[in-house]
């Protein structure tokens, strides 16, 4: 609603009333911050070598050493296509946690118009590798010690595919740029891309409007 506060429209009034009708009735939820690990499935992460060489992570020459527990990220990413009637922009939504926390979430519509479903998707990766990449940087600078690559979790086979095989290719020139950005990324072992069902994909709470059952069965998983 932020977007429209200077030119509010039809139906955007019976929005907020919508918003907080569900504040009013969860006036006692609570972000849940556990520090145990989730159960990720562990995956053997491909040879990117032909393609992209000896590519690894940046990590800060000046970080000071790493103590005590390592941490393990998660995130989900995913966007909703053309969701602006007004511009047809699609909205990228992405949920980063530490552990079984949830550490940030980032709703927020795209710069550029997507022909296409794979595109917006693409481009919502792309985003959230940005945001994963800072935030380990960040984590590094304050001595924390992360393991192995952060779970990746998104609902569009294509895009995991094309994220996690080497062998993929690309077909549209258009998305080229998301497209490598995020691959180099996998080769670097920054994040691992892993195919999670839109039904659990947590961050459809951020992309689009949801019924109250599949809203509460969703922010059930990180809220109480």
């Given at each position: 609603m ?23 009735q ?65 909205r ?7 552990n ?99 039904d ?25």
């Amino acid at each position: 609603m932020a977007a429209f506060a200077a030119s509010p429209r039809k139906g955007h009034l019976e929005a907020v009333y919508h918003i907080f009708a569900y504040l009013k009735q969860h006036d006692r939820s609570r972000l849940v911050f556990d520090a145990s690990r989730p159960n990720n499935v562990e995956q053997s992460l491909p040879d990117w070598t032909d393609f992209y060489k000896d590519v690894k992570e940046q990590i800060p020459k000046d970080a000071p050493e790493p103590l005590g527990e390592s941490v393990e990220m998660m995130a989900y990413i995913d966007s909703d296509h053309a969701v602006d009637k007004v511009t047809r922009r699609s909205r990228t939504g992405v949920l980063i946690f530490l552990n079984r926390s949830p550490i940030l979430w980032y709703s927020k519509k795209q710069s550029s118009i997507k022909m296409s479903s794979f595109g917006s998707k693409f481009s919502a990766m792309k985003t959230g590798t940005e945001l994963i990449e800072g935030l380990r940087c960040k984590l590094r600078m304050m001595g924390v010690p992360i393991d192995g690559p952060c779970h990746v979790k998104a609902d569009n086979l294509s895009v995991v595919r094309n994220s996690s095989q080497p062998k993929s290719t690309l077909k549209k020139k258009s998305n080229s740029i998301a497209f490598h950005c995020v691959r180099e990324h996998a080769a670097a072992r920054i994040i691992s891309v892993q195919y999670e069902p839109t039904d659990t994909n947590l961050t459809d709470m951020l992309t689009q409007i949801q019924s109250g059952s599949k809203r509460l069965q969703l922010a059930g998983r990180i809220l109480f």
